[in-house]
């Protein structure tokens, strides 16, 4: 196995992408805190964690089905 080896392409490293963000950073979305997990929803400036006081959130990632739901949920309106 000595010769074998995997080529990290573009690809591959967009998807180990985390994008951080600031407590008072505008933000929309989901995020989790950096130290303890905790998640939140904003549509506003991101606040220090409630649970842990960590200034630092991790956008979650997204769901596939997060677009079915809002588009049927429009449709229903």
Request: proline share 5%.
């Amino acid at each position: 196995m000595y010769g074998s080896h995997r080529t990290l392409n573009q690809s591959d490293a967009d998807a180990d992408f985390v994008e951080f963000e600031r407590a008072g950073t505008e933000g929309s979305g989901e995020f989790k805190c950096a130290g303890c997990g905790y998640g939140i929803s904003v549509n506003h400036k991101l606040p220090q964690c409630p649970m842990c006081g960590e200034g630092i959130w991790e956008r979650s990632p997204r769901s596939p089905f997060r677009q079915t739901f809002t588009g049927l949920t429009s449709r229903l309106n």
